[in-house]
């Protein structure tokens, strides 16, 4: 249930007027609580019908409308870090009709989007880069004698990570005109927001403090000793009520804690600050979920909402029939049973324990769980250290977040052929949260890399299979599988490990062999029935069952390779690099993800965009099998 705000409610609601920023600003300060309190429920509604990112939104309706009331958007540049937080941004800034179009295919993408408006001017979808985005456009800026706020907004998960502080100490060298708000919905230091923390945030964004700040910095510059001594007596201060001492060794002015959720004073401390210039970071604290009750209570559950589905008649299930497992949940169920086994096992996660099945291990062996937070490099090297000590680390990462630690994957594990397992989740196309998290490159970007061993399992059962053929290989694994639930296969309870490289024949045909990697195997099963085709579940992209493709390629007449994975570099590359060494001379057809950034829309519609469906894939056999003029049994 949404808190109630007393409020004397306008005949038009306030949110109803507002069509831009421009509008926002022509609204009296006193009716901007009303326009937070109809802006969270339209949130709820909008969200409630697509789905998507929810807590970190309405933790952040007051700094939002405080930062377009103050600011010249979008000639001020806002950037928001991640993007969660971004819909109520989207909504004051044009979009509020269509928000019920989000994360559809056609609509609004889930994270700011540089070509779907002028007021997204970064577009973003992992973590830590706002920093260095918008201190790019003030050197930027700066060039073109442009004048204008630079303004990022990061939570307190995305600041942890290297790259933030990279560009901290940079803007720190620079000296100019950036503003960085540290929203932090830690709850552990909301108590530290109380009156006196309060008045030295709101003193040290006032004018007269900072002018006799910098005044006092230019008399006294010409007796250093009394400087420094100075100097240190304001470091002291702003470390006994704050913990700003850090920002302030790195060049920047820092003004909190402030009250995230006061809009008046929101909007006072950032009209003070916009007369500043020079590096400043504004602390304020938020409640993730801010004014919806099961949200507050359950910030980390109601990170994001699924869509409210209207209530329907219950359907009788027949008893002890448990619902399939998704291949997160299989990789923790695996993980726990392995852990009880072997004690040299741990597990490392960046900040995604929870969506990486996680969370059973994490309570059931706590001493060896490791959430390193929105740090992906350092997860890698962490877990290269623990190699060097005979541990088995299982380092549980998204694809699309383990590009970020890929120098770390290269130089500190498979170079030194270390003994660490990947488990990567989120491979292939995940969907509503669109190109920022789909994992379309992992096999590209991981078969090339040596003394690496590169599995993709077909089902729940392979799944188990190739995570403990990684744990018993001496060496870099990885093994990847896609988002959501498989196809319903019964997990084997041995769970043994399989020969290293060798596929399976999962169908005998003629003509057409087609060699599945992963999530395609099934489509390729459904295609195949169509021609009477043959399947291979190569299990194995590096290294290749290379027999099993020799004898597929002397036996038909044409091979097909499909992977959920950019066809460039991918499985299917790695195929047509053997059967060129080998000398075959057979037609070959490589399927699998375009060469572009395909938008979001539910996975199943946008394999079948690309032809990765089964009818996808039987018309382009079909097609092929007409150009190289073979004959082939079609139904």
Same mark, same amino acid.
């Given at each position: 249930m949404l808190e109630e705000i007393p409020a004397t409610r306008p005949e038009t609601p306030l949110l109803d007027q507002i069509e831009s920023p421009e509008d926002l600003k022509r609204l009296d300060l006193s009716q901007l609580d009303e326009l937070a309190r109809e802006l969270r429920l339209f949130l709820l509604y909008s969200v409630g019908q697509t789905g998507g990112h929810f807590g970190a939104g309405l933790g952040v309706v007051e700094l939002t409308i405080a930062l377009h009331y103050v600011f010249d958007t979008p000639t001020d540049r806002l950037v928001w870090d991640v993007g969660h937080q971004a819909y109520p941004?989207?909504?004051?800034?044009?979009?509020?009709?269509?928000?019920?179009?989000?994360?559809?295919?056609?609509?609004?993408?889930?994270?700011?989007?540089?070509?779907?408006?002028?007021y997204d001017t970064f577009g973003v979808g992992h973590s830590s880069t706002s920093i260095s985005a918008v201190l790019g456009m003030l050197v930027a800026g700066r060039m073109q004698d442009k004048d204008r706020? @630079? !303004?990022? %907004? $990061?939570?307190?998960?995305?600041?942890?990570?290297?790259?933030?502080?990279?560009?901290?100490?940079?803007?720190?060298?620079?000296?100019? @005109? !950036?503003? %960085? $708000?540290?929203?932090?919905?830690?709850?552990?230091?909301?108590?530290?927001v109380g009156g006196l923390s309060s008045y030295f945030a709101r003193m040290w964004a006032s004018k007269p403090y900072n002018f006799i700040r910098k005044g006092s910095k230019q008399v006294l510059s010409r007796i250093p000793p009394v400087l420094k001594a100075a100097h240190r007596a304001e470091e002291y201060m702003k470390g006994m009520v704050s913990p700003g001492t850090l920002f302030e060794e790195i060049g920047f002015n820092y003004i909190g804690l402030i009250d995230g959720h006061d809009t008046e004073r929101l909007v006072e401390i950032l009209s003070n600050i916009k007369t500043l210039r020079g590096p400043k970071l504004l602390h304020i604290v938020t409640q993730k979920g801010k004014g919806y009750l099961e949200s507050e209570n359950d910030p980390f559950g109601m990170h994001a909402l699924s869509k409210i589905a209207p209530k329907a008649k219950p359907v009788s299930k027949p008893e002890n029939v448990k619902p399939a497992p998704t291949y997160s949940q299989v990789f923790g169920q695996w993980l726990c049973k392995m852990a009880e086994q072997d004690d040299s096992i741990v597990g490392i996660t960046p900040a995604m324990g929870e969506g990486s099945g996680m969370r059973e291990f994490s309570e059931r062996f706590p001493e060896r769980f490791h959430d390193v937070a929105i740090a992906e490099q350092h997860a890698v090297t962490f877990a290269a250290g623990m190699a060097c000590e005979s541990l088995k680390p299982v380092v549980a990462i998204y694809s699309t977040f383990l590009q970020r630690a890929y120098d770390q994957l290269i130089h500190d594990v498979a170079l030194q052929n270390l003994d660490v397992l990947f488990a990567i989740d989120r491979a292939g196309l995940v969907g509503e949260d669109g190109p920022t998290h789909a994992g379309s490159f992992d096999l590209s970007f991981l078969r090339c890399i040596p003394n690496m061993l590169v599995m993709a399992p077909s089902n729940e059962d392979e799944t188990c299979k190739l995570l403990t053929t990684g744990y018993a290989y001496s060496g870099p694994a990885a093994v990847r599988y896609p988002r959501g639930k498989g196809p319903g296969v019964v997990i084997d309870p041995a769970m043994e490990a399989v020969e290293i490289g060798k596929g399976v024949l999962r169908r005998k045909g003629r003509t057409v062999a087609i060699l599945a990697f992963g999530s395609m195997v099934q489509t390729a099963m459904e295609a195949a029935e169509q021609i009477d085709a043959t399947v291979a579940d190569m299990r194995f992209v590096k290294p290749l069952d290379e027999e099993l493709i020799g004898d597929l390629a002397t036996s038909h007449q044409l091979v097909v390779s499909i992977e959920e994975n950019t066809v460039l570099g991918g499985a299917g590359s790695a195929i047509n690099e053997y059967l060129l060494y080998a000398n075959y001379s057979i037609p070959v057809l490589n399927l699998g993800l375009p060469d572009r950034f395909l938008d979001h829309g539910?996975?199943?519609?946008?394999?079948?965009?690309?032809?990765?469906?089964?009818?996808?894939?039987?018309?382009?056999?079909?097609?092929?099998?007409?150009?190289?003029?073979?004959?082939?049994?079609?139904?």
């Amino acid at each position: 249930m949404l808190e109630e705000i007393p409020a004397t409610r306008p005949e038009t609601p306030l949110l109803d007027q507002i069509e831009s920023p421009e509008d926002l600003k022509r609204l009296d300060l006193s009716q901007l609580d009303e326009l937070a309190r109809e802006l969270r429920l339209f949130l709820l509604y909008s969200v409630g019908q697509t789905g998507g990112h929810f807590g970190a939104g309405l933790g952040v309706v007051e700094l939002t409308i405080a930062l377009h009331y103050v600011f010249d958007t979008p000639t001020d540049r806002l950037v928001w870090d991640v993007g969660h937080q971004a819909y109520p941004h989207k909504i004051l800034t044009g979009r509020r009709e269509r928000m019920l179009t989000m994360r559809q295919s056609g609509g609004l993408a889930a994270f700011p989007n540089r070509n779907e408006s002028e007021y997204d001017t970064f577009g973003v979808g992992h973590s830590s880069t706002s920093i260095s985005a918008v201190l790019g456009m003030l050197v930027a800026g700066r060039m073109q004698d442009k004048d204008r706020h @630079n !303004i990022a %907004v $990061i939570g307190d998960g995305a600041m942890t990570a290297g790259m933030a502080f990279e560009a901290l100490n940079h803007a720190g060298h620079i000296d100019d @005109n !950036i503003l %960085v $708000i540290l929203n932090d919905n830690n709850m552990s230091i909301s108590n530290n927001v109380g009156g006196l923390s309060s008045y030295f945030a709101r003193m040290w964004a006032s004018k007269p403090y900072n002018f006799i700040r910098k005044g006092s910095k230019q008399v006294l510059s010409r007796i250093p000793p009394v400087l420094k001594a100075a100097h240190r007596a304001e470091e002291y201060m702003k470390g006994m009520v704050s913990p700003g001492t850090l920002f302030e060794e790195i060049g920047f002015n820092y003004i909190g804690l402030i009250d995230g959720h006061d809009t008046e004073r929101l909007v006072e401390i950032l009209s003070n600050i916009k007369t500043l210039r020079g590096p400043k970071l504004l602390h304020i604290v938020t409640q993730k979920g801010k004014g919806y009750l099961e949200s507050e209570n359950d910030p980390f559950g109601m990170h994001a909402l699924s869509k409210i589905a209207p209530k329907a008649k219950p359907v009788s299930k027949p008893e002890n029939v448990k619902p399939a497992p998704t291949y997160s949940q299989v990789f923790g169920q695996w993980l726990c049973k392995m852990a009880e086994q072997d004690d040299s096992i741990v597990g490392i996660t960046p900040a995604m324990g929870e969506g990486s099945g996680m969370r059973e291990f994490s309570e059931r062996f706590p001493e060896r769980f490791h959430d390193v937070a929105i740090a992906e490099q350092h997860a890698v090297t962490f877990a290269a250290g623990m190699a060097c000590e005979s541990l088995k680390p299982v380092v549980a990462i998204y694809s699309t977040f383990l590009q970020r630690a890929y120098d770390q994957l290269i130089h500190d594990v498979a170079l030194q052929n270390l003994d660490v397992l990947f488990a990567i989740d989120r491979a292939g196309l995940v969907g509503e949260d669109g190109p920022t998290h789909a994992g379309s490159f992992d096999l590209s970007f991981l078969r090339c890399i040596p003394n690496m061993l590169v599995m993709a399992p077909s089902n729940e059962d392979e799944t188990c299979k190739l995570l403990t053929t990684g744990y018993a290989y001496s060496g870099p694994a990885a093994v990847r599988y896609p988002r959501g639930k498989g196809p319903g296969v019964v997990i084997d309870p041995a769970m043994e490990a399989v020969e290293i490289g060798k596929g399976v024949l999962r169908r005998k045909g003629r003509t057409v062999a087609i060699l599945a990697f992963g999530s395609m195997v099934q489509t390729a099963m459904e295609a195949a029935e169509q021609i009477d085709a043959t399947v291979a579940d190569m299990r194995f992209v590096k290294p290749l069952d290379e027999e099993l493709i020799g004898d597929l390629a002397t036996s038909h007449q044409l091979v097909v390779s499909i992977e959920e994975n950019t066809v460039l570099g991918g499985a299917g590359s790695a195929i047509n690099e053997y059967l060129l060494y080998a000398n075959y001379s057979i037609p070959v057809l490589n399927l699998g993800l375009p060469d572009r950034f395909l938008d979001h829309g539910k996975i199943a519609d946008m394999l079948a965009e690309v032809g990765l469906d089964a009818s996808g894939v039987l018309q382009a056999i079909k097609q092929k099998l007409a150009a190289c003029k073979i004959q082939s049994k079609v139904s």
